[in-house]
């Protein structure tokens, strides 16, 4: 009679398959109930049509594989195909209960070993080896850094296999998918330096996650073009792969002897495939332990980077006689790209700043910190406001990251003319707000803004000069502020804040900038902050 041997996901053993239709799913009216979300409540069936079994996907959402093929259709299902439905695991057998060792007609191998229950593992070992067994999951245990784990676990199979001449302990290299041995263990010190291992092995185990025993893997057929075993002198040898959740291959424990009299026998194996199975916790509990700590060190470096940007900024407005400054900042990540600065002159004026360096992150923040030391440097070396922002453009040329630019905006006020020039590259406008009048203008001529830093070498920029009456107050921002979304998707643009700006009468610089910020926060309401938003606003009271 055929069966079904369930291995993983369900009730797990032989399940006859003793009706022309069995129907497996979550509905608890199933043949063969399986549990999880991810399941349909009638998953696929399994039909009877003279004598030959198939099975069928019942449209499910999630699909069923056989063999890792997915089903369209009616599928006919041969002898020891494997069935998958999400985390279910099952292999059909047409005519008895299977074996989970099978023998290899034709080859020296002994056994192959699936890694999918392993309670029947245990079965037939001695009390000193499950005893043995339990110390090396208390071990197992005690550590989470891969450098002391791997050891031990090799110290302990020694232990275990009096017979074995090496152990080798190999795993998948993240970066280049390589394998490559971290441990290799020798009864003789000595031989540590020279011990080498076959590939033809191991990355047969990996492949297939499945126990690998051979009496003599010098003249196995499946290993007969490895130049490797015979140049090695491997005789028996066993292999045990290492899994993740997933099922996935990442590695192999490897044991082995040189000395024909020396044998591995099936309880061994099984014995090693309960160590591997423990192995591959322990090792992804360390994989996980060491993506923790890199993650909490990265944010200790972000924090650190976010204080030293902070640092950058202006830690206080200038105070210069019948003006008022006031600048506002917040980066949408850890670290941000905007800038913006108080640069005071030797007569007594004030050269206000502000610059936004495309794109977000670790790189706009370390360009923006450039930005900062650059501009302060071509300001106080350079005699006017458009010299100054030439040569910081020329400055950014030569080192600027590729494919990233700075918009930047920038004003030197004369404090005792009451006049402020302007130049922009690439910036969004400034806004002029008239305190008595509660107006709201763009002061700035289109034609005379410049292109963005770090795109054109010797490009030259122009200033446009405006008188500040009392009450009026210049404000800067980035594009943050007018691309600020909500949950329609649309912007607040440059309008929506010049209306929000437009009749509110009686405002300084700080209130404008403080209205600002809040029409920004209504109008993103239900939204994540997407980029840095920076406001800068100077004055005369």
Known sequence: MASLFIRKGGPLGRYEINHDRIVLGRNPDCHIVISGTAVSRAHANIVRIDGQYFIEDMNSRNGTLVNNIPVKGRVPLRDKDTIKICDFLCTFHATSEPDPIDDSAGSSIEATLQNSDPRFLLQTQPAEKLQALLEITNNLSKTLELRSLLPNIADNLFKLYKQADRCFIILEDEQSKRLVPRVIKTRRANDETTARFSRTIIEQCVKSVQAILSEDASSDEKFAMSQSIADFRIRSVMCAPLWTQNNKGIGVIQLDTQDRSKKFT???????????????????????????????????????????????????????????????????????????????????????????????????????????????????????????????????????????????????????????????????????????????????????????????????????????????????????????????????????????????KGLGPKAVVERAVKVVKQHAAGRSQHDDLTLVAFGRL
């Open 266 to 504: 099936n309880d061994d194996l099984k014995l090693l495939m309960a160590v591997a199975a423990q192995a591959s916790v322990a090792l992804e509990n360390a994989k996980l332990h060491q993506d923790l700590l890199a993650r909490e060190r990265m944010l200790r470096d972000l924090e650190l980077a976010r204080e030293v940007q902070r640092g950058f900024l202006p830690a206080n407005p200038p105070v210069r006689p019948g003006y008022e400054f006031f600048g506002h900042y917040e980066s949408a990540y850890q670290v941000g790209g905007d800038y913006y600065d108080f640069i005071p002159l030797p007569d007594g004026g004030v050269v206000v700043a502000l610059g936004d360096v495309a794109g977000k992150g670790v790189a706009a923040a370390l360009l923006m910190a450039k930005l900062s030391s650059d501009a302060r440097f071509c300001v106080s070396t350079q005699p006017d406001l458009p010299s100054a922002v030439t040569s910081l453009n020329n400055q950014l040329n030569q080192s600027v990251l590729s494919e990233r630019f700075v918009t930047f905006v920038a004003g030197r006020l004369d404090c005792a003319a009451h006049a402020v020039s302007l130049v922009s590259a690439g910036h969004p406008p400034p806004l002029l707000y008239q305190r008595d009048t509660g107006n709201v203008l763009t002061p700035l001529d289109q034609k005379i803004i410049g292109l963005p830093l770090g795109v054109m070498d010797g490009f030259t920029y122009e200033a446009q000069t405006i008188k500040l009456q009392p009450g009026d107050t210049v404000l800067f921002f980035s594009d943050g502020v007018t691309e600020a979304m909500n949950t329609k998707n649309e912007e607040l643009r440059l309008e929506g804040l010049m209306r929000a700006l437009q009749g509110e």
